[in-house]
């Protein structure tokens, strides 16, 4: 176990003052490295190539040069604790900060994985203060790092779980490349731009109150009695949060409603098609069990067409609904909006039913992806666990 001081030199970064003074901003000299760019990296991406701004030449003379090959730690703002390695030369900001000088038989790969299994600890514990949290260069220095004896498994532990990076990584980008696909699909299929074999009618257009009737939820009052809540009952209760983190489909609720709860509620049976109206407005869902509405969605009822048909012309308008909905604390949306809507709408239950189905096999394909990738996660996770706390020797 050795401390950051034992094996380098932290230091931090620096920003020419003023801040935006185009005698040292926008310039095209060095790249200019900030902490709010490193947001914008993967976690599974350790290497910094690129940034989106540059310094010019004065600019540079009033920061901090670093070369490729160093290790780099945010020492503030939201990815405070978070650590890379440089791959190109650049200047940094004073929210980044850098070991210099570092010892030759220690692995900066090694180092950046390991700071990067201790960044909660970093944020909540060690950078904590009266302000802001920080990490200063005293902090990083007096920072514990056990570390193996040798270079060689130093090196070999970090080849291992860049390996897995590599593979979380490239199961990310197909996913984002999967979800364009369905985009442009989406923006085709749903609007008539393209059809499928078969199909000629002419579409027209509809609107969502000859599609459904449209009602809204109801809530018990007032919200916080434990009284319309019970976590043994088998009718969940559907919060914001609840949808905001699943798919295509609800499965399950964070709380449940008493007898007495879903008596001042209003009761949505399984398989049906529910739609947010207020804070995150416009995500529709289908719910795979019985559950009830609070006055912050609608369900739409007696449908007039294929549901999975609607639920993706309503996914493919949610941020079309910020535009026409009503603010006050938050952006809302009310029935008699939803119910004057205009959406374009093929003439054959037929026709919306194969559009609904190849957008749901591309749903079910990133369904897949997804999965592998929540266990490529959980797999890295563990390896850390064992790799960088000696309980598993690679060499």
Known sequence: MKSTNQIGTPVRGGSPRPAGDPRYF???????????ALTNIPASRLIVLETTTSLTEEGSLHSRTLTPGTLIIANSGATLGVAKILGIKCCANDGIAAILNLSNNV????????????????REVVATGNGQPNLNTELIGNFKIP???????QEAIAEALGDADALIESLEQLIAKKHQIKQGAMQELLTGKRRLPGFSEKWSVKRFDQLANIQRGASPRPIDNPIWFDENSSVGWVRISDITKSG??????????????????RPVSRDSLIMSICATVGRPIITEIDVCIHDGFVVFNNLRCNKYFLYYILSSIEDDWSRHGQTGSQMNLNTGLINRTEVPMPPTVKEQTAIAEILSDMDAEIDVLETKLTKARQIKQGMMQELLTGRIRLV
């Open 26 to 36: 926008n310039g095209s000299y060095i790249p200019w490295l900030t902490v709010a």
């Open 147 to 153: 570390i193996p004896s040798t270079k060689a498994e």
């Open 248 to 265: 295509i489909y609800l499965r399950e609720t964070t709380q449940r409603l008493s007898v007495l709860g879903i008596q001042h509620s």
């Open 107 to 122: 692995s900066p790969f090694y180092l950046a994985h390991f700071i990067n299994t201790k960044t909660n600890y970093l």
